[in-house]
C-alpha cells in the first residue's frame, strides 16, 4: 500500500475523532445561545461549503485535513454587547464552551471502551492492545498494563522466582545455582519477586529457601549478608495467554471504561512529562533524539492502521486504538499552551480575575489574541516536522 492510502485511512479516524471534539464547541455554544458561524472540518483554506441550518451555521470542509474548529460569533471580543454573543456571556458560559470540545473527547473515548468491555456489544471480548515494559508507572491500564498489572490478572503467569547467584556470595555459598526456582521462603509461598525482597527487609540471619532443581524439590538455608543474598531474581514465567479478553456485565463496563479513560489520561500526562524532560533535560546524549523520534503524527499512525488491516487484527482493537486517540486529544488540549482550549481556558480565567480586581480597567484580550497566533504557528510546524519524521520512517523501513 502506498503512503497516500496511508495518510487517507489516518485521516479518516482523525476526522471522526476531530468531529466529536468540535461538536462539544456546537452542542455547548448553542445550549448557551452563542451564535455558531460556522462549523469546519479540516484547517483553512476552504475546500467546500456544504450548506447551513435554520440558525444560519455554515458547516464547510477545508483543505488541510489535520483539526477542525467552530466560529463562534464575538470569539474576538467584537460584538460583546450582542446577545448571541460569546464575548457577550458570562464567565461559566464561555468556560462550558471552551471546555466541552475535550469533555466530548472524553465521552467518545468512554463510549468506545464500553462498547468494547460489555459483552453484550463485544461477546468475543477485547484483548489489550501490549504490556507496558519501558515506560515506569503505576498507572492502571486494561489496554496497555504493566508488566505486574499483567501477572495479576493472569496474562502473564509465573510459577516462582528463578535465581542467578553471584559467585563468592551468600547465595552461591549457600548451593543455590543458576536457574533454581524459589517456591517457598521461610514456609510461605513465592509469586513475585518482592515476596523474597520482603523477606529480606529485616535483615535476617538465615532464611530457608524451598528449590526447583530439575524438577526435584530441595531445601537451603541461606546466611544473607546486610539484607542481601547475592543473586539476581526474575519471574519463571510459564504462560502469556495471547488469547486473553476483557469481557464484563452492563455496570462493570461502565466502571470499567470510566476507570480506563481516566488511567490512560494519568498515563498520557506521565509520557508528555518524560517526553518534555527529555527534550529540555536529557540524561543521556541519546535521550533528547530519541524522544523527538517518538512522536508520530496522523501519518504515523494510519500506518499502524494499515499494519492492523493486513494482519487482520479485531476491530476492536482498531476501536481501542481510536479511543486512545481520542483520550490524547482531550488531554492535550487541555493543557495551558496558547491557541488550545486549555490555553484560551487559561486565557479566560485569567483575563475574568484581573477585570473583577481593576474593575474592568485592565485585561489579557490584545496578549491572548497574539498568543494565540503564535501557539497556532508553532503547532502547525510541529505538525509538519512529526509529518516529515512519520514519512521518512516508512520511506526508509
Given at each position: 500500500m502506498n503512503i497516500l492510502f496511508?495518510?487517507?485511512?489516518?485521516?479518516?479516524?482523525?476526522?471522526?475523532?476531530?468531529f466529536f471534539h468540535e461538536l462539544g464547541h456546537f452542542l455547548a455554544a448553542r445550549r448557551a445561545g452563542v451564535k455558531v458561524e460556522e462549523f469546519g472540518i479540516g484547517i483553512p483554506p476552504k475546500a467546500k461549503e456544504l450548506g447551513r441550518d435554520k440558525k444560519w451555521t455554515l458547516y464547510t470542509l477545508n483543505w488541510l485535513p489535520i483539526g477542525g474548529f467552530v466560529r463562534l460569533k464575538g470569539e474576538d471580543e467584537i460584538d460583546a454587547n450582542e446577545k448571541d454573543s460569546f464575548a457577550g456571556k458570562g464567565y461559566f458560559a464561555r468556560s462550558s464552551i471552551l471546555l466541552a470540545g475535550v469533555t466530548m473527547n472524553f465521552i467518545f473515548a468512554w463510549f468506545l471502551f464500553f462498547v468494547m468491555f460489555w459483552s453484550a456489544t463485544n461477546p468475543g471480548g477485547v484483548s489489550p492492545i501490549g504490556i507496558n515494559t519501558k515506560f515506569p508507572t503505576e498507572t492502571v491500564s486494561l489496554l496497555v498494563p504493566t508488566y505486574e498489572q499483567a501477572k495479576a490478572v493472569g496474562i502473564i503467569q509465573t510459577d516462582g522466582i528463578v535465581l542467578e547467584p553471584m559467585a563468592g556470595l551468600p547465595a552461591a555459598n549457600a548451593g543455590i545455582q543458576k536457574g533454581d526456582i524459589v517456591k517457598e521462603i521461610n514456609g510461605v509461598p513465592v509469586k513475585f519477586s518482592t515476596d523474597i525482597l520482603k523477606a529480606l527487609d529485616s535483615k535476617p540471619a538465615s532464611i530457608t529457601l524451598k528449590i526447583s532443581r530439575n524438577k526435584e524439590t530441595q531445601t537451603i538455608t541461606?546466611?544473607?549478608?546486610?539484607?542481601?543474598?547475592?543473586?539476581?531474581i526474575s519471574d519463571n514465567i510459564t504462560n502469556i495467554k495471547d488469547d486473553f479478553t476483557y469481557s464484563y456485565g452492563f455496570v462493570s463496563a461502565v466502571k470499567a471504561a470510566v476507570a480506563e479513560v481516566y488511567g490512560q489520561s494519568k498515563l498520557t500526562l506521565e509520557l508528555l512529562g518524560s517526553l518534555v524532560r527529555k527534550v529540555v533535560s536529557p540524561r543521556t546524549p541519546t535521550e533528547r533524539t530519541e524522544a523527538t523520534e517518538?512522536?508520530?503524527?496522523?501519518?504515523?499512525i494510519g500506518n499502524v492502521f494499515?499494519?492492523?488491516?493486513?494482519?487482520?487484527?479485531?476491530?476492536?482493537?482498531?476501536l481501542a486504538i481510536a479511543a486512545l486517540i481520542s483520550v490524547n486529544l482531550g488531554v492535550f488540549n487541555l493543557l495551558p499552551i496558547p491557541a488550545l482550549d486549555g490555553g484560551r481556558f487559561a486565557f479566560l480565567t485569567i483575563h475574568t480575575l484581573l477585570s473583577m480586581a481593576s474593575r474592568g480597567k485592565y485585561g489579557t484580550a490584545w496578549i491572548e489574541t497574539k498568543a494565540n497566533l503564535i501557539g497556532f504557528a508553532l503547532l502547525m510546524l510541529l505538525s509538519v516536522f512529526v509529518a516529515y519524521q512519520d514519512i521518512v520512517r516508512i520511506i526508509t523501513k
Amino acid at each position: 500500500m502506498n503512503i497516500l492510502f496511508w495518510i487517507v485511512l489516518a485521516l479518516v479516524v482523525f476526522t471522526v475523532i476531530v468531529f466529536f471534539h468540535e461538536l462539544g464547541h456546537f452542542l455547548a455554544a448553542r445550549r448557551a445561545g452563542v451564535k455558531v458561524e460556522e462549523f469546519g472540518i479540516g484547517i483553512p483554506p476552504k475546500a467546500k461549503e456544504l450548506g447551513r441550518d435554520k440558525k444560519w451555521t455554515l458547516y464547510t470542509l477545508n483543505w488541510l485535513p489535520i483539526g477542525g474548529f467552530v466560529r463562534l460569533k464575538g470569539e474576538d471580543e467584537i460584538d460583546a454587547n450582542e446577545k448571541d454573543s460569546f464575548a457577550g456571556k458570562g464567565y461559566f458560559a464561555r468556560s462550558s464552551i471552551l471546555l466541552a470540545g475535550v469533555t466530548m473527547n472524553f465521552i467518545f473515548a468512554w463510549f468506545l471502551f464500553f462498547v468494547m468491555f460489555w459483552s453484550a456489544t463485544n461477546p468475543g471480548g477485547v484483548s489489550p492492545i501490549g504490556i507496558n515494559t519501558k515506560f515506569p508507572t503505576e498507572t492502571v491500564s486494561l489496554l496497555v498494563p504493566t508488566y505486574e498489572q499483567a501477572k495479576a490478572v493472569g496474562i502473564i503467569q509465573t510459577d516462582g522466582i528463578v535465581l542467578e547467584p553471584m559467585a563468592g556470595l551468600p547465595a552461591a555459598n549457600a548451593g543455590i545455582q543458576k536457574g533454581d526456582i524459589v517456591k517457598e521462603i521461610n514456609g510461605v509461598p513465592v509469586k513475585f519477586s518482592t515476596d523474597i525482597l520482603k523477606a529480606l527487609d529485616s535483615k535476617p540471619a538465615s532464611i530457608t529457601l524451598k528449590i526447583s532443581r530439575n524438577k526435584e524439590t530441595q531445601t537451603i538455608t541461606v546466611a544473607p549478608k546486610d539484607g542481601k543474598i547475592g543473586s539476581y531474581i526474575s519471574d519463571n514465567i510459564t504462560n502469556i495467554k495471547d488469547d486473553f479478553t476483557y469481557s464484563y456485565g452492563f455496570v462493570s463496563a461502565v466502571k470499567a471504561a470510566v476507570a480506563e479513560v481516566y488511567g490512560q489520561s494519568k498515563l498520557t500526562l506521565e509520557l508528555l512529562g518524560s517526553l518534555v524532560r527529555k527534550v529540555v533535560s536529557p540524561r543521556t546524549p541519546t535521550e533528547r533524539t530519541e524522544a523527538t523520534e517518538s512522536l508520530s503524527g496522523p501519518i504515523g499512525i494510519g500506518n499502524v492502521f494499515v499494519g492492523m488491516v493486513e494482519h487482520k487484527v479485531p476491530f476492536t482493537l482498531i476501536l481501542a486504538i481510536a479511543a486512545l486517540i481520542s483520550v490524547n486529544l482531550g488531554v492535550f488540549n487541555l493543557l495551558p499552551i496558547p491557541a488550545l482550549d486549555g490555553g484560551r481556558f487559561a486565557f479566560l480565567t485569567i483575563h475574568t480575575l484581573l477585570s473583577m480586581a481593576s474593575r474592568g480597567k485592565y485585561g489579557t484580550a490584545w496578549i491572548e489574541t497574539k498568543a494565540n497566533l503564535i501557539g497556532f504557528a508553532l503547532l502547525m510546524l510541529l505538525s509538519v516536522f512529526v509529518a516529515y519524521q512519520d514519512i521518512v520512517r516508512i520511506i526508509t523501513k
